[in-house]
């Protein structure tokens, strides 16, 4: 197909998701409920640093803390951004396309002199703005907040962590969110898109670790105690398998980014630890070690988006 | 009919959905300011043809032009000077109805003072202007018909393609759309009507082809088509008289080219209605003959050159061929 100049079609239909999405009351509910889970969270974590502060005098990376800290009942920011973070963009996708057939909109809107992938494109792009627009507000709020609780400003060092934090959440809600497009574009009906998108949340928060354990142990039989080459392979494995869950991929490197003491992600032999230096890692070793984490939910976003693209394109537009 | 110059043109357009042949070796030319109604049953293939038209189905094989444009290789030219009101259209109900015709310019790149006074005029035009800012979600089928018309002169397009646009609508709507068609198409825009409902088709459209099973049977203006296929076909001719007038069934027999003459009512020797089967038109000798004889005609019907009857023809035609 011969290249045209495109007529601004792509800006049109982005501006319009995005104002749909905002001032929507789907964004508002999921908003309400990862807000009030994120005070909560931080609020226990504040509680759980001033006592630790008080025992052990001072302790670094103090505002960090606030995201990961947790006193084990309520768990912490983190693991409830990882939780809901995956509905939050189930819910702005599932019905992306295929509400456009339900509403009879699809042909009306693709008689207009636009390109085809103007729609989608603009449907993944006002998504995507409205995401980035929600997690940065809510970052500023919890920060100030957190400001607020423990009284000590983050580092440059601590800022620049929690920026990637927010850089690696944005990238893993529009990796659920592409996924919500794909569904969408599959199914006519947008409760089944809908179902599907929770059932793939639930499998991967839920069910994936458990099954990668399962798979691993039944690959490479292993007793506990045995030989330790075998529960060597098995921990490798494991891990591995748990790697194809983006919400695995999320931790990792969240955790990573944002407990500078992390060093190695995976199974560490006793022999590599002896003689290491206890310390943190810089932020640029930490970038460096969830690098591939980061890679791999990009990847998963890319592969879903173009799936739907494909999808989109061939699919028959009659009503 | 405005000049003659051919705005929609299509040769050997044949769209094949795996075995099914949807559209079949499709010619068509339809000019500048001409109405004319793709006419057939549902699944008929008019809506496919629209859509390759529109360029939003690639065509199997053959050539479209609208405008001297490729529809699948310059699709944006095309939706650019198109109107298409999609059969049942959609709006976005959580918008008001003026939202809805804005996003449709925006879409259009049209700037947005001459998007606001474009949308001013359509919405008069269409009859809409107090209930615009409503949410489209309020809005009623005819209301909604109303606005997708709207929705298309927004773009103030050469070519404007309706898909059963008067499906649902009450009777008084339809006459109103229709009129506002017409009215459109005086001002030199070419329309292309899809629907099933004839009367409506055979009331506004200078020609119109028939689809069966993707294959366009025939093609032309009612009046033409009729001569051409129903040239053996008997006029019926149904009058009724004042009173009962003894003799004019004899008569009105007597008449060249008249078959049969018959009382409608089933009454001996001839009461106030009378049916007739004949082989040429003879109103005026019908008439005459009544008057002589000293009646008075209420009424007088001749039935069988409507499009209904062409139509109906055309249907067992095809269910005779399937038979067979």
């Given at each position: 197909m011969r290249k045209q100049t495109s007529p601004g079609g792509l800006a049109v239909i982005t501006r319009k998701e995005f104002a749909d999405h905002v001032s929507g009351w789907r964004m508002i509910i999921l908003m309400g409920l990862v807000a009030v889970t994120g005070v909560a969270s931080l609020y226990v974590a504040a509680q759980t640093i001033r006592s630790a502060v008080g025992e052990a005098g001072t302790i670094d990376f103090v505002f960090l803390r606030l995201f990961t800290a947790s006193d084990g009942k309520l768990p912490p920011f983190i693991s409830f951004v990882s939780f809901l973070g995956p509905l939050v963009g189930l819910a702005l996708g599932f019905d992306a396309v295929s509400g456009e057939h339900a509403r009879r909109t699809l042909?009306?809107?693709?008689?207009?002199?636009?390109?085809?992938?103007?729609?989608?494109?603009?449907?993944?792009?006002?998504?995507?703005?409205?995401?980035a627009a929600m997690l940065s507000a809510l970052w500023l709020a919890v920060g100030a907040l957190g400001l607020v609780l423990i009284g000590v400003p983050p580092t440059a060092d601590e800022f620049v962590r929690l920026a990637a934090f927010l850089a690696v959440t944005v990238i893993y809600i529009s990796f659920w969110l592409a996924l919500s497009i794909l569904f969408s574009t599959v199914f006519r009906q947008a409760a089944t898109s809908a179902l599907a998108?929770?059932?793939?949340?639930?499998?991967?928060?839920?069910?994936?670790?458990?099954?990668?354990?399962?798979?691993?142990?039944?690959?490479?039989?292993?007793?506990?105690?045995?030989?330790?080459?075998?529960?060597?392979?098995?921990?490798?494995?494991?891990?591995?398998?748990?790697?194809?869950?983006?919400?695995?991929?999320?931790?990792?490197?969240?955790?990573?980014?944002?407990?500078?003491?992390?060093?190695?992600?995976?199974?560490?032999?006793?022999?590599?630890?002896?003689?290491?230096?206890?310390?943190?890692?810089?932020?640029?070793?930490?970038?460096?070690?969830?690098?591939?984490?980061?890679?791999?939910?990009?990847?998963?976003?890319?592969?879903?988006?173009?799936?739907?693209?494909?999808?989109?394109?061939?699919?028959?537009?009659?009503? | 009919m405005g000049s003659a110059t051919p705005v929609i043109e299509t040769s050997g357009l044949v769209r094949r959905y795996g075995d099914l042949t949807a559209v079949d070796h499709l010619d068509l030319t339809v000019c500048q300011g001409e109405i004319f109604g793709l006419l057939g049953p549902n699944g008929a293939g008019k809506t496919t043809t629209i859509l390759m038209l529109l360029g939003l189905t690639e065509p199997t094989e053959g050539r479209v032009r609208i405008a001297g444009l490729d529809p699948s290789r310059q699709p944006l030219e095309v939706k650019r000077i198109t109107g298409y009101l999609p059969d049942n259209v959609g709006f976005y109900d959580e918008m008001t109805g003026r939202d809805n015709l804005r996003y449709t310019a925006a879409l259009n790149g049209i700037p947005r003072?001459?998007?606001?006074?474009?949308?001013?005029?359509?919405?008069?035009?269409?009859?809409?202007?107090?209930?615009?800012?409503?949410?489209?979600?309020?809005?009623?089928?005819?209301?909604?018909?109303?606005?997708?018309?709207?929705?298309?002169?927004?773009?103030?397009?050469?070519?404007?393609?309706?898909?059963?646009?008067?499906?649902?609508?009450?009777?008084?709507?339809?006459?109103?759309?229709?009129?506002?068609?017409?009215?459109?198409?005086?001002e030199g825009i070419t329309v292309l009507l899809s629907s099933h409902l004839l009367h409506q088709v055979q009331e506004i459209c200078d020609r119109v082809g028939i689809f069966v099973s993707g294959r366009?049977?025939?093609?032309?203006?009612v009046h033409d088509l009729a001569e051409q296929i129903l040239a053996d076909e008997q006029f019926r001719l149904l009058i009724e008289i004042q009173a009962p007038l003894p003799g004019l069934a004899t008569e009105l027999g007597r008449l060249d080219g008249v078959a049969s003459v018959e009382d409608a009512d089933g009454e001996e020797g001839g009461g106030r209605r009378l049916r007739l089967a004949c082989s040429r038109d003879v109103r005026a000798e019908v008439g005459l003959r009544v008057q002589e004889l000293g009646g008075i005609l209420l009424h007088l019907e001749q039935s069988g050159r409507s499009l209904d009857e062409i139509y109906a023809r055309y249907f067992r035609g095809k269910e005779m061929d399937n038979v067979a």
């Open positions: 042909s009306r809107v693709l008689a207009q002199p636009i390109h085809r992938d103007a729609l989608v494109n603009g449907k993944f792009l006002g998504g995507l703005a409205a995401v998108g929770i059932a793939a949340w639930l499998f991967f928060a839920i069910f994936a670790d458990l099954l990668a354990d399962l798979a691993a142990a039944a690959l490479v039989p292993a007793a506990a105690g045995g030989n330790p080459e075998a529960i060597f392979a098995q921990e490798q494995i494991r891990l591995w398998l748990s790697r194809l869950s983006p919400v695995t991929l999320y931790s990792e490197a969240v955790s990573t980014l944002l407990t500078p003491s992390i060093r190695a992600l995976g199974p560490v032999m006793v022999e590599q630890i002896l003689g290491a230096l206890q310390g943190v890692l810089p932020i640029g070793q930490s970038l460096l070690l969830v690098w591939p984490q980061v890679v791999g939910l990009i990847t998963g976003t890319a592969a879903c988006f173009a799936a739907s693209y494909i999808l989109f394109m061939r699919r028959e537009i009659r009503a | 003072p001459e998007a606001e006074r474009r949308i001013a005029k359509a919405l008069q035009r269409v009859g809409l202007p107090e209930t615009a800012d409503r949410k489209a979600g309020t809005y009623s089928h005819g209301m909604r018909q109303r606005l997708g018309l709207a929705d298309v002169l927004v773009k103030e397009p050469r070519i404007i393609v309706l898909d059963e646009p008067t499906v649902g609508l009450d009777p008084e709507g339809a006459r109103d759309f229709l009129e506002l068609t017409r009215e459109l198409a005086r366009m049977v025939a093609c032309g203006r």
